[in-house]
């Protein structure tokens, strides 16, 4: 092999599929369309948005991601096991435990499905893989759709 294509940088990883709720899809519409269109957060999240299948609520099957989903992950570089809600930027607390859909890892996780890894970007930069334990709770499947 030659030196030339020793040092080709590896392909990203694929991302993985995911599906969306019409309905958290409309809120989600609706939260962009008071951002600026050059927001990075908008931009994100509309890429997020612009990839997933998307089905009713009642159809949403119970081990994906959806708004207000507590989900519990894996940092697979430390093997800490976080819990967090998915939440809209004005339900956005300081417990910790809330991540907003506009932040990057908010974005990344809205669709996913348990067992599905991705690679999370840190604050300082940093890529941390990361992967959907367990769906602890998802308003689909306890029929609370207006949460």
Same mark, same amino acid.
């Given at each position: 092999?030659?030196?030339?294509?020793?040092?080709?940088?590896?392909?990203?990883?694929?991302?993985?599929?995911?599906?969306?709720?019409?309905? =958290? #899809? @409309?809120?989600?519409?609706?939260?962009? &369309?008071? /951002?600026?269109?050059?927001?990075? *957060?908008? +931009?994100? !999240?509309?890429?997020?948005?612009?990839?997933?299948?998307?089905?009713?609520?009642?159809?949403?099957?119970?081990?994906?991601?959806?708004?207000?989903?507590?989900?519990?992950?894996?940092?697979?570089?430390?093997?800490?096991?976080?819990?967090?809600?998915?939440?809209?930027?004005? =339900? #956005? @607390?300081?417990?910790?435990?809330?991540? &907003?859909? /506009?932040?990057?890892?908010?974005? *990344?996780? +809205?669709? !996913?499905?348990?067992?599905?890894?991705?690679?999370?970007?840190?604050?300082?930069?940093?890529?941390?893989?990361?992967?959907?334990?367990?769906?602890?709770?998802?308003?689909?499947?306890?029929?609370?759709?207006?949460?």
């Amino acid at each position: 092999m030659s030196q030339t294509l020793a040092k080709q940088a590896l392909p990203e990883p694929a991302l993985p599929n995911i599906v969306l709720s019409s309905l =958290d #899809l @409309d809120r989600l519409d609706q939260l962009l &369309s008071r /951002l600026p269109a050059t927001d990075p *957060a908008r +931009l994100q !999240l509309e890429q997020e948005l612009d990839r997933g299948a998307v089905v009713e609520p009642a159809a949403m099957p119970a081990n994906v991601v959806t708004m207000n989903s507590t989900v519990r992950l894996r940092l697979l570089k430390t093997g800490e096991e976080p819990c967090l809600t998915l939440v809209y930027p004005k =339900d #956005l @607390d300081a417990s910790g435990d809330k991540v &907003s859909v /506009l932040a990057p890892v908010g974005s *990344a996780l +809205l669709g !996913l499905s348990e067992g599905d890894q991705i690679h999370w970007p840190m604050p300082d930069g940093e890529i941390q893989p990361i992967q959907v334990l367990q769906l602890v709770y998802q308003p689909e499947r306890s029929g609370q759709l207006h949460r």
